[in-house]
């Protein structure tokens, strides 16, 4: 039997006193309804109405019975709500990751945008590199994130495409600092500090190939990735960092260290919202949403338009 349908008869032939009008306002024909009457009284084991020719009045069991139909009724209605917020990714929880080279500033617009389109939306969010992101992806641990490219995006369906482009990040008062754009060659001599490699290797070995063909290759490679750690790094080793102006490793009235942009075709750090082929629902999509405005509006990331078609390899992907 359905009970929740057999409810709403009752509830409203209780509301009506009267069968057919009860009917039409159900959309049905009276017999039906007063079949159904009769199998939920069977069913419950207690007669709802007391019926003569010309009405229907409902019985003390029945008074009794009402408040708790309408309740279940409302909330079988809640059940309905939430089963389609949910369908339509509007409910329940995403699961969610971004890079550690995100700022915070990046990072709370992207959350106020998300939370303004999904309020009632939980979202478990998570710093996690590229690496570790495609292997959440595979394990299925991950419903989105927002990785940099070079990668593997085999079964993976993108966002746009955004550019971050790159500066250099020295100590005050090294020569190149008087310069209003550093060419890479003009950097030879110092160390380089980047993200270990395991981080996001095509990433890793992108960005070496694009220093050597612009004329530096750095006589050694430092590992680092927090912020203190990379200063420290750059302040006392002869070494010098690149990163976006967004990343904030220099902050207002520094007196140790000097960020420029770099001349020429300058490297970039590329990255989109991807998620599982076949897996991206409304919640996905507000999340890829929000995050490419953030990445727009708080860390100046620009679509990069190639003049020939982007090609995806196995391992990497090139403008080709």
Known sequence: MDLVRHLECFVAV?????????????GMAQPPLSQRIQRLEKELGVRLFERTSRQVAI????????????????????????????RDGESGLLRAALSPDIS??????????????????ELELHELTTAQQLAGFAAHELDVGLI?????????ELG??????????????????????????ALTGYDLVLFPRADAPAVYDDLLTACAR?????????????????RGLVLSSGAVALGPRDTRLVAPG???????????????????????????????????????HALRTTAGAHSEAPARPLHLRPASEYWL
């Not at 209780?14 to 159900?26: D, K, Q, V, W, Y």
């Not at 482009?165 to 060419?183: H, I, N, S, W, Y």
């Not at 612009?214 to 990379?230: E, L």
């Not at 260290?257 to 991807?274: D, E, F, K």
């Open 148 to 156: 940099h490219h070079p990668c593997d995006v085999t079964g993976l």
């Open 14 to 26: 209780a509301e009506e006193s009267h069968f057919g009008r009860a009917a039409t306002r159900l």
């Open 214 to 230: 612009g004329g530096y290759t750095p006589a050694a490679v430092r590992h680092g990735q927090g912020a203190s750690f990379v």
């Open 160 to 185: 746009p495409v955004l550019r971050r482009d790159l500066g250099v990040l020295l100590p005050r008062g090294a020569p190149q600092t008087e310069l209003d754009a550093v060419p890479l060659a």
């Open 59 to 86: 019985t003390e069991a029945g008074t009794l019975l009402l408040a708790e139909a309408r309740e279940l009724l409302a909330r079988a209605e809640s059940l309905r709500t939430a089963a389609r917020r949910i």
């Open 104 to 121: 915070g500033e990046t990072v709370a617009a992207l959350l106020a945008d998300f939370r303004r389109r999904h309020a009632g939306l």
């Open 254 to 292: 520094d007196q140790d260290l000097v960020w420029r942009p770099l001349a020429g075709a300058a490297p970039a750090w590329r990255h989109s919202a991807a998620w599982p082929k076949g897996r991206g629902d409304a919640a996905v999509g507000a999340f890829a949403d929000a995050a490419t």
